[in-house]
């Protein structure tokens, strides 16, 4: 009789892995190739207590497929941790780097760090929003384009974006830019504050969970105008970017209407968001995330007589792999 070779003889599930924490991916025998996204933590925002601090850069955000792997083999995942909050007046902190440990291995770098309010007597670099995956708004400033950069160090398709540039005279007003997101740049700072937007930049999204989540959303600005001609004695503060970017907080000093001490909210957990600048206390940057996904397999081999290649193509089960 006849003898053919292929047919269903071994079978792989799909299967999602996601790392809230760091720990240690182990393939399933069959897999040849992952799929993958992996997201950085986001950075803090800066703080300033009348506002203008920038908000905090997203993590940067990396994702794709067919990144070549062994069967049944460990591979060590890094999650980032956002970056820690700040008190004015300072510049936030910057977010921790995600890593995929593969052979041919998948890093996204922390977020950048929000700019703090400098006057132009002393420039410094503490206005300056801090490069990263997503770059920084930078602190409230008359000095320079003072914006941190996204995509830094840069990868293709690009990890993210840059923050907005702050402005300021230190008489009237000052304002943080936002910070980047992953499909977005941060918004510029802009005069009267209370009438522009700081927000942060809008992250990207993903159905690699089998949800359609979006990540690394920027933070956003705070600002605030205390000039006596009108618009007298507002505040502002930018919402954050969709993908878990906080939204940033203002100081109601000097008779600003809607209260005083406005901390600045933080990214959200294992989304990379970046933290809103601030008010007194910027907010944290949220932590990465690394998911896997592994395909389905079939594998045929061996040899089969026509009967049972009859029954295994009725039953959908042939295969010729």
């Known amino acids: 009789m006849p003898r053919l070779v292929g047919a269903v003889q071994t079978t792989q599930a799909e299967q999602i892995t996601t790392f809230n924490a760091s720990g240690t991916l182990t393939t399933q025998p ?6 993958y996204l992996v997201v950085a933590g986001g950075g803090s ?3 300033q207590a009348n506002g203008g601090g920038g908000g905090g850069g997203a993590g940067g955000f990396r994702t794709g497929t067919n990144n070549p792997v062994s069967g049944n083999s460990p591979y060590p995942v890094t999650v980032g941790g956002g970056g820690a909050t ?4 300072t510049a936030g902190n910057a977010g921790s780097d995600s890593v995929l440990g593969t052979p041919v291995p998948i890093t996204s ?48 398709p690009s990890q ?61 600005g705070s600002g605030y105008y205390f000039g006596s001609p009108p618009p007298a004695q507002q505040k ?21 209407p809607g209260g005083s001490n406005n901390n600045g909210t933080p990214g959200t957990v294992n989304l990379g968001g970046g933290g ?6 910027s ?27 009859y029954d295994n193509v009725k039953a959908g089960t042939w295969t010729n792999a």
């Open 160 to 220: 993210g974006n840059p923050g907005g540039k702050g402005i300021g005279d230190f008489t009237f007003f000052g304002v943080g830019g936002g910070g980047g997101g992953a499909s977005q740049a941060g918004d510029a700072g802009s005069f009267p504050a209370a009438t522009e937007s700081l927000d942060g930049g809008d992250g990207s999204p993903s159905t690699i969970s089998g949800s359609d989540v979006t990540y690394a959303g920027g933070g956003g």
């Open 283 to 309: 907010g944290a940057g949220g932590s990465g995330v690394v998911i896997v996904k592994e395909a389905a397999t079939a594998s045929a081999s061996g040899v089969w007589d026509m009967n049972a290649l």
């Open 45 to 47: 925002g800066g703080a």
């Open 109 to 156: 770098t922390g977020g950048g760090y929000g700019g703090q309010q400098n006057p132009p007597a002393t420039p410094g670099d503490g206005n300056v929003g801090g490069s990263g995956g997503s770059g920084g708004g930078g602190g409230a400033s008359n000095v320079r384009d003072n914006k941190g950069l996204g995509n830094t160090p840069p990868t293709s």
């Open 30 to 35: 069959q897999t040849t190739a992952i799929e």
């Open 236 to 256: 502002a503060s930018g919402d954050g970017g969709a993908g878990g970017g906080g939204k940033g907080g203002a100081d109601g000093a000097g008779g600003i």
């Open 276 to 281: 809103g600048g601030a008010g007194p206390v």
């Open 86 to 89: 700040a008190s004015a007046p």
